[in-house]
């Protein structure tokens, strides 16, 4: 429901995504700005989702860890945090908060009757980045929320900028290895379905000698792009593992679920026709992907240990792509 306040503008995302092709490196459909609003009064609750719900996705948490749960599992854009609730309060969420990898770079706004100096240091010292008393002004929360978002959605394309390969614009080792291991403890904590797809390209060395390294960057950039535009939930990531090599996360994705999108990924590929006339196979470019999942029905590691980490869910998908070139390139192989 709209707030019926007619000074009250509405968000307008435009002024936060003006550049989509930067905002495109983000890999995930905007939509809406996600906000936690955690307060244990329910009418505190309603006033904000009063002022939000027309332009944000509104979640609600009544105590402290409720609100690191959601934060954990479905991470907002931005917490609006009550700091007197009972148990924990707001100051405790805070610093849990900054103090986890996972959701640290969540902009926490304290939103509290008490807004002595004292209290206001101890919140901005706990991590948050701004403090607004009660009762709220509508149009002052929603233009400090506005501003925060702002910085917030910035410093998302800075830290991702980062974690780009130079060469193909998806994702490099780096990033996938931080994300690989968020991803296992999420699948792990909730037994959850995670798959990885591991694949190359066939007989790129080739391709290289024989049309060139400005051609086969190109190629690669091709294959990439490929990937990328092919996955298909918010959450999948494709990165570059090194050299010809790529790797896709796909959480919440089991094991045949992958399988059918490995092979659809070795034809999208392969529908690209990208010239080559060195390959052993056809005339034009193709991949080997090894797929595994952190849970297989009565399938462990190529050595019959279980997969019980990341390392060992990397390494079977490598021995299954090891397979797949062995057995003849240009497929997909499984358990």
Known sequence: MRHPDPEIQPFDLTMLYNDTPIAGLLDAPRGKPRLLVVDDQPINIQVMYQIFAADFQVFMATNGAQALAICKDNPPDLVLLDVVMPGMDGFEVCTLLKADEATQNIPVIFVTAHNDAAQETHGLEAGAVDFIAKPVNPAVVRARVKTH??????????????????????????????????????????????????????????????????????????????????????ADLVARYGGEEFICILPDTAFDEAMTLARQLEQQVRARQIPHEKSAIGPFVTISLGVAARSEPDVGTESGETVNDSNALIALADARLYRAKSSGRGRACGG
């Open 149 to 234: 978002l702002t910085l917030k959605f910035q410093s998302d394309i800075m830290r991702k900028l980062v974690f780009l390969d130079g060469l193909t614009g998806v994702y490099n080792r780096r990033y996938f290895d931080q994300q690989l291991a968020l991803e296992w403890a999420r699948s792990a904590r909730h037994d959850s379905p995670l798959s990885i797809i591991l694949l190359d390209v066939d007989f790129f060395k080739h391709y290289n000698d024989h049309y060139g390294h400005q051609a086969g960057d190109d190629c690669l950039k091709q294959v990439a792009m490929t990937l990328k535009t092919s996955l298909k939930r918010p």
